[in-house]
């Protein structure tokens, strides 16, 4: 297994496939389950958002990728609280 994978840490969309936008937070993981014999790994993830409270939600259904290398060169100070 090549990456480690972390309690507490943040998982986010790839972007890969063009199904989803990138950088979209799906929520934390709070569990993860190793076997050594295994290729995978499986992850238990918090949802980011509690589906129960949800009264109005927003689809994007057409939705264009942009560089965000451009994102690279803007000062810390600048870029907006995680």
């Known amino acids: ?43 238990v993830i918090q949802p980011a958002v509690d589906f129960d409270s949800l009264e109005m939600v927003f689809v994007i259904t057409d939705f264009r990728t942009i560089d965000t290398t451009i994102f690279d060169t803007i000062p810390e100070d600048l870029l907006p609280a995680p």
């Open 1 to 43: 297994l090549e990456a480690q994978i972390n309690i507490g840490e943040v998982v986010y969309t790839s972007g890969l496939g063009g199904r989803f936008p990138e950088d979209i937070a799906i929520g934390r993981v709070t569990d993860v389950e190793r076997r050594e014999a295994d290729l995978f790994q499986r992850a």
